[in-house]
């Protein structure tokens, strides 16, 4: 973004010195003419200007009333007014108001209208910037806030109504989440949906991954260092729940933490402080923690591989995720979902009976995950539009035979 077609519009009741402006700007911006305040206004409605220099004494608006009205109407329009030094402490009022951005005093310096004009200009593509941003960020929410609405989660209305149901409760608090689930059940979805909905949403949620983390490394990334508390630490470095300071900070397969780690995060979880390796005071954070266990992790407190004490710091609000086994009448419309997400837009999919009966039948030790991947593979493998049995390639040893197919009618195509 630069000022290249910048329009500025200069506002004075004596035609010689509307002359003066644009011979001083040169023809680097587009300056327009007023003879009154009243015309000014008109000018500024049609949405073009960037930045108003007025002149302050002149007959019915004067500058300064000028500049008022155009600061409640065009924010975005920066405001310039020039004046004598008898008018100065009326023009620092209206700065001090807010509706000036800076003034010229008479006689003028042309450099200083130059520069001043200049930095007005600025100004106008700070505020631009600022406004893209905030619109940018804006479209990004409401982006996520549909893409995370708990009416649009496939399974929202059948198998998965109750945890929906906890999430919709839960989400606007900054209570601590527990997921429980089997791998590929939507335990991340979930923490995405209650992030999405919560008023920490405009910070990125974190997400840590505890079972991939190097046990040596563990410490470091969720709590940061400072510089030589290790072989190759040559800087100091912030850690996952500094990085999720204001937001939500997702640990994902909590139950893979070392004995040692669920003592230093238990700490954590009790003082909302961390302390870097290495050194240093203690730095604040204010997170939202949002944990994930593939185990159920009673059943690992009761074997001696969990804390209790940390069990019951994350299990504040448990929401238990079901396998896909036991949400078959979810199993159309996951079908419905994948295959818009992953098939041509151009073309209408749609399984057949036999096939639809063999992803009924199958035990989906992978779960939702598993059933995404075997569909993306089989489009990915030219199969469709009518996928059956044989595109879909089920492991036998997983199927249950005695389940009972549905007739061989159409079935699960996108609407």
């Keep these: 973004m630069d000022d290249r077609g910048m329009t500025i519009l200069y506002v004075d009741d004596e035609p010689a010195n509307l002359e003066v402006l644009p011979a001083v700007l040169g023809g680097g911006y587009d300056v327009r003419t007023a003879l009154s305040g009243a015309e000014a206004l008109e000018i500024l409605a049609s949405g073009q200007i960037g930045v108003l220099v007025t002149d302050q004494r002149m007959p019915g608006m004067s500058g300064v009333q000028l500049l008022a009205e155009v600061s409640a109407r065009w924010p975005d329009v920066v405001p310039v007014v020039i004046t004598a030094y008898r008018d100065t402490d009326l023009i620092i009022g209206a700065i001090r108001a807010g509706h000036v951005h800076d003034y010229i005093i008479k006689p003028w310096n042309l450099e200083h209208l130059r520069r001043t004009v200049a930095g007005a200009v600025e100004e106008h593509l700070r505020r631009r910037r600022l406004a893209d941003v905030a619109r940018d960020r804006a479209a990004l929410e409401e982006d996520v806030l549909r893409r995370y609405d708990p009416s649009r989660v496939v399974g929202a209305e059948g198998g998965l109504r109750d945890v929906m149901r906890t999430v919709r409760?839960?989400?606007?608090?900054?209570?601590?989440?527990?997921?429980?689930?089997?791998?590929?059940?939507?335990?991340?979805?979930?923490?995405?949906?209650?992030?999405?909905?919560?008023?920490?949403?405009?910070?990125?949620?974190?997400?840590?991954?505890?079972?991939?983390?190097?046990?040596?490394?563990?410490?470091?990334?969720?709590?940061?260092?400072?510089?030589?508390?290790?072989?190759?630490?040559?800087?100091?470095?912030?850690?996952?729940?500094?990085?999720?300071?204001?937001?939500?900070?997702?640990?994902?397969?909590?139950?893979?933490?070392?004995?040692?780690?669920?003592?230093?995060?238990?700490?954590?979880?009790?003082?909302?402080?961390?302390?870097?390796?290495?050194?240093?005071?203690?730095?604040?954070?204010?997170?939202?923690?949002?944990?994930?266990?593939?185990?159920?992790?009673?059943?690992?407190?009761?074997?001696?591989?969990?804390?209790?004490?940390?069990?019951?710091?994350?299990?504040?609000?448990?929401?238990?995720?079901?396998?896909?086994?036991?949400?078959?009448?979810?199993?159309?419309?996951?079908?419905?979902?994948?295959?818009?997400?992953?098939?041509?837009?151009?073309?209408?999919?749609?399984?057949?009976?036999?096939?639809?009966?063999?992803?009924?039948?199958?035990?989906?030790?992978g779960n939702v995950r598993e059933m995404e991947n075997l569909i993306e593979r089989a489009l990915a493998l030219g199969a469709g539009p009518r996928l059956t049995a044989a595109d879909l390639a089920l492991p036998l040893g997983e199927i249950d035979v005695a389940v009972e197919p549905p007739s061989d009618a159409p079935a699960a195509a996108p609407t």
């Design 169 to 365: 409760a839960v989400a606007p608090s900054d209570s601590t989440v527990l997921l429980i689930g089997e791998t590929g059940t939507g335990k991340e979805m979930i923490a995405r949906a209650l992030h999405a909905l919560s008023p920490r949403r405009r910070r990125a949620p974190v997400k840590v991954d505890c079972a991939s983390l190097a046990p040596t490394l563990v410490e470091s990334d969720l709590f940061g260092h400072r510089r030589g508390a290790f072989t190759g630490a040559t800087h100091d470095r912030a850690g996952r729940f500094e990085l999720a300071d204001g937001g939500t900070i997702f640990l994902d397969e909590v139950d893979d933490l070392s004995p040692e780690m669920q003592g230093k995060l238990l700490q954590v979880l009790q003082d909302r402080v961390v302390q870097r390796l290495g050194g240093g005071g203690p730095i604040a954070v204010d997170v939202r923690v949002i944990a994930a266990a593939r185990r159920d992790l009673r059943a690992v407190v009761a074997a001696g591989g969990f804390r209790e004490d940390l069990y019951y710091r994350l299990c504040v609000v448990p929401i238990v995720l079901p396998p896909l086994r036991a949400r078959l009448d979810d199993i159309p419309a996951l079908v419905r979902h994948f295959l818009e997400k992953h098939g041509r837009s151009s073309m209408r999919y749609e399984v057949d009976g036999a096939a639809l009966a063999a992803l009924r039948a199958y035990r989906w030790p």
